[in-house]
Each structure stands twice: as C-alpha cells, then as structure tokens.
C-alpha cells in the first residue's frame, strides 16, 4: 500500500485564522469561547460559543481574503471557512498543480457536519413569510455539504476525486481517514481533506440546546465553560471554523521536496449500534474504533505518546471516553499523555476532527502537547493519566492518536506518526 | 442618463462585481459581465426589489442586456 504523509495544514478556529496562529494561542492556554453577540439568544439557555474572530491583521479571519464579494452570497459561513482553511493548507503545502497531469492527480474531500443552517433559516423565513419569490438561485449550492469540496476545486483547479463526509462530530476524522485511503489505492496523488462547520446560529443553538447537549451553567463566565473531564462540566460548548490538512503519497512529497509533517498510518472506524445521541455505556464504540486504528498501523498500544480525545466536557461522554482509553491503553495508560483541545476551541462538530488531526500533527512536528483548559477538579476515574491539565507540556511525540465520535453512534480514530 | 439607467448599473456592478465603466447599455449580462444563469436569476430578482415590479419567468429570459433591463423597467414602470 502506497504511504500518506501530511505536507500541509490549515485552520480557521474560535482561537484565530492560521494553523499556527491558533496553536500558538492553544499553547498559550487562551479560550475562544466568548458570549454570543451576534444574534438574540435570550431565549436559548446557552449563550456562548466558540466563535471565529474575525476582521483585518494577523490571526484574524478576514473573508475577502478568500472569497470575493461577489461570491460569498453563494456560499454560507461553513463554506467560506473551509475555502479559507484549505487555501492555507495548500499555500503551506506549497503544492500548486498546474498541468492537467497535477490537476487530476489531486481531489478534495472536505465534510461539514450540518452544513448551512443559517441559510436553510433565513430562506425557510423568506418561504413562510409568502416570499418564496425572494428565495436566491444560490441558496441551494451555499447550503449543501458537498459545496465546500466543489467551491474548493473550482478554485484551485482540482480535478481529482471530488467527495464529501457527513458523519457529524466524526466528519473530519473521517474525511482525512477516507482521503488518506484514495491515495493509498491510488485514486489520486495528493489530497486536500478536512472537515467545516458554522452552524452557530439560532436555529443550531435551540436544536442542540433542546438536545440538552450544551452548557449553560457558565453563560457569565464563557472561558470556564468547557472544562472536558472536570467535576463542574456541564455540557458541550458550540464552536464554528474549519481545518484542513493536505495529504500526499510519500515518494510525490519527497519528490519535490515537500517539508513533511508526519504521516497518517491508521485509521479505525466503528459503530456503536445503541443510541441517536448518547455513547454506548461501556465505550464500545471508542475502544473498538482506536482498537481498529492501532491495528491498521501496525502498532501496540504502548506505541502512543498522545491522544488527542474527542473529549466535549458532556457529563456522560467524557468518562465513558476515559473508560474506553484505560480498557485499550492498560498500564501504558499512565505513561501517555492525553488533552482535549475542545476545552479551548469548543466543539466544532463536523470540523471537530480536522482541526484535531491538525492538532495531533503538530504536536508531532514540534514535540509538545496541548492542554486540557478548565481542569482543575478531576474526577475520580481521571487518577492515573496524564491529561494535561491547564498547561502545555513539552514532550516528545513520536505516535499520536486522534479520535472522534459523532450522534448516530458513529466513530473513527486517526494515527499520525513521526516520518 | 435617466435613474433607471443609473439604478440599473449600480445593481449590476454590486452583484457581479464589475467596473463600473464596464456597464454599458449594451453590455450582455453573460458574454461581457462574466455573469452565469444563476447570477441572471439573482439580478432580476434585485431588480424586482428595486423598483418594486415583478419581472415573469418568460420576460426574465429576453432581460440579456443592460439595456433590455432599462427598457422593461421604464415600460413596467411608466
């Protein structure tokens, strides 16, 4: 089978626009969870969220950076942000393909896990209100999953295999799993996969709200709010934003010289076969999706330095993750370090596995791993791991996990490896 | 030039994000705008919002210039 190496990442995150704008914040233990100012939530009992800053200068997200004026109303926020974060994963990557050989050798596959919720609502008002005239001829292609992948091949001029994921809060993880599989069967050279989501909006707020799924106990003190694995968490925290990575065969990125970050050497899917929404108790779905991926690289589980955890600061679904972790990890368990970035960034759904893989790379590439914010009264069942609580530590990463876990019961863990 | 005409063309270099010099009477929406049927659709329908008139489908399809807008806009309005 033919090898995948990362030679390029992007991201677009509450924390900042730019991959290493947002890590450096994520060292530096700062939170991208603020209060929501930009639409009414006076009647949603979660008022905060992981929201992109946004305007001109470094780290900020600038969209006409990216998208003309002309273009950004036939695309919704997911969108935009996923053009954004693959147009810095490519720039990165250094990877331009120009003749038609290039071009065809290299595909998208960006997911989003809702896709353009603020756009279904706005033209759902339009319709209700007896204006289905006033609904645009770009409402359609700014809503649907697959126009990020589309807008980002037209863009480029990627003529490649041109695929999507909707697989919710495993979206991204599943999207970099299923690229790096075209090009180890040879569908194509070089891919640009990741995952997008900006459903911060009314609509998703009340619908995930409603599920009982978000906190609401630190409206007043957003920073706190997620706090994955500590006795005061209280729910999930909504994020919006995109990550990317750009995936190449190993002798095409050495062949032209590529810096090359790490390689992706498993990847692990599962189903829980339980619930809509809530994990299976006893972490079968975890287990067996990490188990799954250790097995296609290869490797032991005492082969793991990092896991970045799908961790979303629920109540339910973060000690029954640990409990997952012990069961496959063993005594190993106490020797590896394991975060959760959605402390800082919120939980960015369909997106949440892209930028985590971009995550669980650098931490590679540079040898440090990021912090679990706000965990400052571990549970019980945390005794004995390293979670890395409110700090960044310095560590050597020669093998890192990712996981994600997504409503449907649906899993996948990655494994990226020091090349 | 009469507001219509200049009405028209600043709709036009909003939505399709032309220079303005580029607007003519005579400008086609598609061969000299860069416009592509879906932006076609979206500027009638901005032209409706405007001059608060409703443009049909079978009209719609004849609007293929500057000019063709101005002149259907004039006779709806006048």
């Known amino acids: 089978m033919r090898r995948v190496v990362v030679t390029g990442v992007g991201a677009v995150t509450p924390l900042a626009s730019g991959a290493q704008n947002t890590w450096q914040k994520l060292l530096n233990s700062q939170s991208g969870i603020k209060s929501i100012d930009t639409f009414d939530v006076s009647d949603i009992p979660a008022k905060i969220a992981g929201l992109v800053p946004r305007g001109v200068g470094e780290g900020l997200f600038n969209a006409e950076d990216h998208v003309s004026v002309k273009d950004m109303k036939k695309m919704d926020d997911f969108i935009v942000f996923g053009v954004a974060a693959a147009d810095q994963a490519l720039a990165d990557s250094g990877w331009k393909p120009e003749t038609e050989e290039d071009q065809e050798a290299t595909g998208v596959l960006i997911g989003s896990g809702i896709g353009g919720l603020p756009k279904i609502a706005e033209a759902t008002e339009l319709v209700n209100g007896g204006k289905t005239r006033r609904v645009s001829p770009f409402f359609i292609p700014s809503c649907l999953i697959n126009l990020v992948s589309g807008q980002v091949s037209i863009k480029h001029g990627l003529k490649g295999p041109n695929h999507a994921v909707v697989t919710a809060c495993s979206t991204g993880a599943h999207a970099v799993g299923d690229a790096s599989r075209m090009i180890m069967l040879g569908d194509a050279d070089v891919m640009v996969a990741g995952g997008a989501e900006a459903a911060v909006c009314r609509l998703g707020m009340a619908g995930f709200a409603a599920a009982r799924a978000l906190s609401t106990g630190y409206n007043d003190t957003p920073t706190e709010a997620s706090r994955p694995w500590d006795e005061g968490r209280d729910g999930f925290v909504m994020g919006e ?24 050497v498993g990847y692990g899917m599962s189903g829980d076969a339980y619930h809509i929404t809530a994990p299976a108790e006893d972490g079968n779905g975890g287990f067996r999706s990490m188990r799954n991926a250790l097995r296609n690289a290869g490797l032991n589980p005492e082969d793991v330095d990092y896991v970045n955890a799908h961790g979303t600061s629920t109540p339910l679904g973060d000690e029954i993750e640990l409990g997952a972790v012990k069961r496959l990890f063993g005594d190993h368990a106490s020797n590896m370090s394991m ?4 402390s800082a960034t919120g939980h960015l759904l369909g997106a949440a596995g892209a930028i985590e893989a971009v995550f669980s790379i650098l931490a ?5 791993v990021p912090p679990t914010l706000n965990l400052r009264n571990p549970s019980e069942a945390c005794k004995g791991i390293d979670l890395v609580p409110l700090e960044a530590k310095q560590r050597k990463v020669n093998v890192a996990l990712s996981n994600s876990f997504g409503f449907g019961g649906t899993n996948a863990s990655l494994v990226f490896k020091a090349i | 030039m009469s507001d219509v005409a200049d009405r028209v063309k600043k709709i036009v270099v909003e939505h399709l994000g032309v220079e303005e010099d580029k607007v003519t009477e005579n400008a086609s929406f598609i061969d000299d705008l860069g416009a592509d ?19 049909p489908d079978d009209a719609a399809e004849k609007i293929l210039t500057v000019k063709d807008a101005i002149d259907f806009i004039e006779k709806a309005n006048g």
Do not use: N, P, Q, W
């Open chain 1, 241 to 264: 934003g995109a990550g990317c990575v750009v995936l190449e065969e190993y002798e095409h990125a050495k062949a032209r010289g590529a810096k090359i970050y790490a390689e992706v």
């Open chain 1, 339 to 342: 975060s959760s970035t959605k």
């Open chain 1, 364 to 368: 590679i590439h540079e040898g440090v």
């Open chain 2, 37 to 55: 049927s879906l932006d076609t659709v979206e500027l009638v329908m901005a032209f409706e919002e405007e001059f608060g008139c409703e443009i």
